[in-house]
């Protein structure tokens, strides 16, 4: 069978509205935003470059019926007023070009984005308005109970931005139902946060008053053939406290279905509760959430959209074969790589760049796709072909090879390990972070497809620069690990990305020293190693430079946070154990002798010392070349030490350049 012949590429009807393939993108709060809350160029450039690639369907990140305190500080899409309209209306024609349907979705935000946040009802008490992590957030924000006058007015609200929306020529509107406190009808619906006594709380149907009238208002303004999509968590990944799965096919579908609904857009979780469910960080298999939309298809006949962390058009095409959905949002997919569909249409697989699941911006920006920020530097030709030599093939070296080649280079990739990948690809050995090698087999792909001359198991030296007779020098050699004095000469020691590389040398009793390795900790843990996670940090230092939802993992895997627990991939393991505040004050053939939090001294035994500490820019050889005639840049964690992001984009910044 054909790419074209599989169900994912059949059109599919939602109401009157056709759609030319089953592939979406979910409603991102990422897209660019012009001033005032209006479409701008930027937006429309941001969302064109996803109809051009393939999808058939895109729903425009949620628009507030007011003008919130979210939107003039995030500045979102703004659609409460019809001065907006000819933007939209702009914006619709560029996507109908390509053959693509747009969709609104509206949302009420909730407490969670908004200072002084309206909610159904006041959190009982403090306890339970700070049950998230500690200090993972700016702090408790006021909770305003929303008024029956507030709420009615709300609808009202609703459906004129929906009209507004159709008369912009938008082919669908979409009401925002999930994610928790996120937004106003989630809340309303949830038991969680839904403690009202009056007609819009107390049991199910009461509950979904708020939904379900303001779906019934939509009906009425919208017509009967326009479609009406509902976004819903189908289950809040909070236990029995939220919105559970029974619950959602039960008495939510059939409530919104009878209401008017043509289309249900099933995701999960609760923006600050379960954040795991919105944002699935890299740690949980991709669609893992799929039974989700299953469950919900399996009690309606209207089309179900299935989403959560599927990156691959193949996993997409089996479920849509397995009955679990009919079309299938490869949202932070097609942020990554625009062209998803096209490139698998065209049978270029490889060229694909596939999410790694990092949610260190997911759009702007998005760390391996230096393209995707509103102003990249053009990729064009050079005005003259250079000998360029890049000294070093973790991604970013491979990235500046990649660029400059298309832009008629010639290069040469010179990497002292004996395979490409750099830190990126030991960190990938991390069963946890295994995503991460999509990155680095997209760029050793591109090395090959482009010809370019890599040369590994090679330390380059300035003697091999002088033979090589280079016009210009990249060098992205990397960082190394900084061993501590104490542990100079001391037996089973090893960095992490040796212990990543050699698993099989590291022992039973296991110590990490240092807060930021949190997931090698769980990983061994996971093993069945005996592990201690050690630092001079707080608990707040674990894994402190990695993103919102990917820390809410960590803390849930190896602390006491107060926080529904939801998944059980969530769950806290019996060990690591996590040491914070302690001083190192020697390691002898007893073990490591510290100070811990109290004063106390301590010794610990191990096998294995794992050192997940400082690193240190390799950038020796930068000082032996400049001054020698020679253009030579630093790039990645050679020029400063950095992430994938920083990486990616020192490399385009300078190759683009030169």
Same mark, same amino acid.
């Given at each position: ?206 509950? $979904?008053?708020?939904?379900? =009238? %303001?779906?019934? &208002?939509?009906? /009425?303004?919208?017509? *009967? +053939? ?107 997919? $097609?942020?990554?790589?625009? =062209? %998803?569909?096209? &490139?698998?249409? /065209?049978?270029?697989? *490889? +060229? ?307």
């Amino acid at each position: 069978m054909g790419n074209m012949e599989k169900t994912i590429f059949r059109p599919i009807k939602i109401k009157e509205m056709q759609l030319k393939n089953r592939i979406g993108f979910a409603p991102f709060l990422v897209n660019p935003v012009g001033e005032d809350g209006r479409v701008c160029d930027k937006t429309i450039r941001w969302y064109e470059e996803r109809a051009k690639g393939g999808a058939g369907f895109l729903m425009i990140a949620a628009v507030d019926p007011r003008m919130s305190e979210w939107h003039q500080h995030r500045r979102g899409l703004a659609l409460f007023d019809d001065k907006y309209i000819p933007g939209f209306a702009k914006l619709a024609k560029v996507i109908h070009s390509y053959g693509v349907k747009l969709g609104l979705q509206i949302a009420v935000f909730g407490p969670a984005f908004v200072d002084k946040g309206m909610s159904p009802s006041p959190y009982p008490d403090e306890k339970h308005a700070k049950d998230r992590v500690p200090d993972l957030f700016e702090g408790y924000k006021p909770i305003k109970e929303v008024s029956v006058e507030e709420l009615e007015q709300f609808e009202l609200d609703v459906v004129a931005t929906a009209l507004r929306g159709k008369s912009a020529d938008i082919d669908c509107v979409e009401l925002h139902c999930a994610h928790g406190d996120a937004t106003l009808h989630c809340c309303s619906i949830s038991p969680y946060y839904n403690r009202r006594r009056d007609k819009y709380g107390g049991n199910w149907e009461n509950r $979904l008053r708020f939904p379900v =009238e %303001t779906i019934k &208002k939509m009906r /009425e303004a919208l017509g *009967e +053939d326009y479609p009406i999509l509902a976004r819903i968590s189908a289950d809040e990944l909070l236990g029995g406290k939220g919105i559970t799965l029974e619950a959602t096919t039960k008495i939510v579908v059939p409530a919104l279905e009878k209401a008017g609904i043509d289309c249900f857009d099933v995701s999960q979780g609760s923006i600050y509760h379960a954040p795991q469910g919105i944002a699935i960080p890299l740690y949980y298999p991709r669609g893992c959430f799929i039974h989700h939309s299953a469950a919900v298809k399996n009690v309606t006949k209207l089309p179900v959209i299935g989403s959560g962390r599927i990156v691959d058009i193949e996993m997409a095409e089996r479920f849509m074969k397995q009955g679990k959905a009919d079309i299938i949002y490869l949202g932070r997919q $097609l942020t990554a790589d625009p =062209e %998803t569909p096209n &490139k698998y249409l /065209e049978g270029r697989v *490889e +060229d694909i760049r596939q999410c790694i699941g990092c949610l260190a911006g997911c759009g702007r920006p998005c760390p391996i796709n230096y393209d995707i920020q509103d102003e990249p530097i053009p990729l064009i030709q050079a005005e003259k072909s250079k000998k360029i030599l890049v000294i070093g093939g973790g991604v970013a070296g491979m990235e500046a090879a990649r660029i400059a080649t298309l832009r008629g280079h010639k290069v040469t990739l010179i990497e002292k390990e004996y395979e490409l990948g750099g830190m990126v690809g030991a960190l990938a050995l991390n069963p946890l972070m295994a995503e991460f090698r999509n990155i680095v087999d997209y760029l050793a792909v591109q090395m090959r497809k482009l010809k370019v001359d890599v040369r590994v198991c090679k330390e380059a030296t300035a003697v091999d620069v002088e033979e090589l007779r280079p016009e210009i020098v990249i060098l992205a050699a990397g960082s190394s690990i900084i061993l501590p004095e104490v542990t100079k000469g001391k037996p089973g020691i090893m960095t992490y990305i040796q212990a990543v590389r050699r698993k099989a040398a590291i022992g039973q009793k296991v110590v990490i020293w240092g807060l930021a390795a949190a997931t090698l900790a769980i990983s061994l843990a996971d093993e069945g190693k005996d592990v201690i996670i050690m630092g001079r940090g707080s608990e707040d230092t674990l894994d402190k430079n990695d993103p919102f939802p990917r820390r809410v993992w960590v803390f849930r895997k190896i602390t006491d946070v107060n926080l529904p627990r939801g998944t059980p991939e969530a769950a806290r393991v019996s060990n690591p154990k996590v040491l914070t505040n302690i001083t190192v004050k020697d390691i002898d053939y007893k073990g490591i002798r510290l100070i811990d939090k109290d004063g106390l001294n301590r010794v610990i035994q191990y096998d294995t010392l794992i050192i997940a500490r400082e690193r240190a820019s390799n950038s020796s050889l930068f000082e032996n070349l400049h001054g020698k005639g020679l253009e030579v840049y630093k790039i990645g964690d050679c020029l400063q030490i950095g992430d994938i992001k920083e990486a990616i984009w020192n490399a385009n910044e300078i190759s683009r350049k030169i």
